[in-house]
């Protein structure tokens, strides 16, 4: 049997951040097992919007680390060639009179507080930034000038690169049937092309984790969720990389875009989404109805998109948690086992400093954020991390 000092589970963007870390810290032997390929999973899914904004204000923490990352990925990874594909065009947040007006009050302040660069900006500014949107309903407009978007696919490549550069083996096609234990300790993981032998296990199976449940008797509470994206193309009012990230808490479906080049616009919905009896990242049906439904409130907002084109759509499943925030750091009972899990639509953003606090816990070093607040034990204790805005991807 093959022994590794450590084995991560799951190559999505999330683990190969944590075995890019772990490399980085000094872990000697580090093996990652993915049943697919690197980032083929739920990470090519991906929006792949970067924002620091969230109402919880532990996120706040996460992403602002994480897009220091992404800001100089190249020289972050120590490889010119690496990129994150950032597009570094801002975030606008908007809410009208009613229930999310002081919610998004409260998350700038907020913000503002943690050092976020952040600007209120009235309805004349922000239309200078986006020319084709409406604000006549706007009560209070965010703007975060230091976000925008990326390639979630290329991020995960570009860390699975760095990773094996600092000596990680990472095996694909391999699928994980079992986590060896004995005595409440963690010995190593059965595949399908046979057992290794570690003392570590880092699970990021992401919807695949209820797997995890079944091998640890453990409860983790967490359900697959599909959610469709669509791209809509309107040649009078091109949505261009000029223009910022657009949330609008005011819309019925708290939907969210970002420019998709040329003359389209992505699109999707912020809150809860189909649920899933079991894990299946195979693509589902957008019904009529909800293309419809989506479209009516994008022309809401902007008004040319009234007669706006279906160029493309897809839809990406999210691993969902009750409070639809992560677990992360051991799990209670079995030593040797960290997890990063219900990432619930904030796996990419959060990616680079989850990877490496993941990596740190599981080398038994102190960790750059406290794991405390994401702990499984808040689910029975009540201490759960709910955002403001109500259950929704935008925590």
Not at 298 to 315: C, D, K, L
Request: glycine share 10%; with cysteine.
């Amino acid at each position: 049997m093959n022994t590794y000092d450590v084995v991560v589970i799951g190559a999505g963007v999330v683990g190969s951040s944590v075995a890019y870390h772990l490399s980085k810290l000094g872990a000697k032997s580090v093996l990652v097992l993915d049943r697919a390929t690197i980032g083929a999973g739920t990470t090519a899914q991906s929006s792949g919007i970067l924002r620091t904004h969230y109402s919880v204000k532990e996120n706040v923490e996460l992403a602002h680390k994480s897009w220091s990352v992404f800001n100089d990925f190249a020289a972050y990874l120590g490889d010119d060639e690496a990129s994150c594909g950032l597009v570094k065009c801002g975030y606008m947040i908007v809410a009208a009179e009613g229930d999310k007006l002081e919610p998004l009050r409260a998350s700038l302040d907020q913000q503002k507080a943690q050092g976020i660069p952040l600007e209120i900006l009235d309805t004349a500014q922000a239309r200078e930034r986006m020319p084709i949107a409406r604000f006549d309903d706007a009560a209070l407009i965010g703007y975060e000038p230091e976000a925008g978007f990326a390639d979630a696919y290329l991020t995960a490549t570009s860390f699975a690169r760095a990773a094996r550069r600092g000596g990680v083996t990472i095996r694909e096609n391999v699928s994980v049937n079992q986590l060896l234990m004995e005595n409440g300790k963690v010995v190593g993981v059965s595949t399908s092309i046979g057992d290794f032998a570690a003392g570590t296990v880092i699970s990021t199976q992401n919807i695949w984790t209820p797997e995890l449940a079944g091998w640890t008797s453990k409860t983790l509470p967490v359900a697959p969720e599909r959610h469709a994206v669509l791209a809509l193309e309107c040649a009078e009012a091109p949505y261009t990389f000029a223009m910022p990230v657009f949330k609008d808490l005011a819309s019925e479906g708290m939907l969210y875009y970002r420019s998709y080049g040329g003359n389209q616009m992505l699109v999707s919905e912020g809150v809860v989404g189909e649920k899933l009896s079991v894990a299946d990242p195979e693509q589902g049906d957008i019904p009529m109805d909800y293309v419809v439904d989506v479209g009516t409130q994008v022309a809401q907002r902007f008004p040319a998109y009234e007669t706006a084109g279906i160029a493309s759509s897809w839809t990406g499943v999210y691993d969902v948690t009750p409070d639809w925030n992560p677990v992360l750091g051991a799990l209670p009972g079995i030593e040797g086992l960290v997890v990063g899990y219900g990432f619930s639509g904030h796996g990419f953003k959060l990616s680079p400093t989850v990877g490496k606090v993941l990596a740190q816990a599981a080398l038994g070093l102190p960790t750059d954020v406290s794991l405390e607040p994401y702990s499984i034990e808040r689910f029975a204790t009540g201490a759960l991390l709910t955002g403001k805005y109500g259950l929704g991807a935008v925590s």
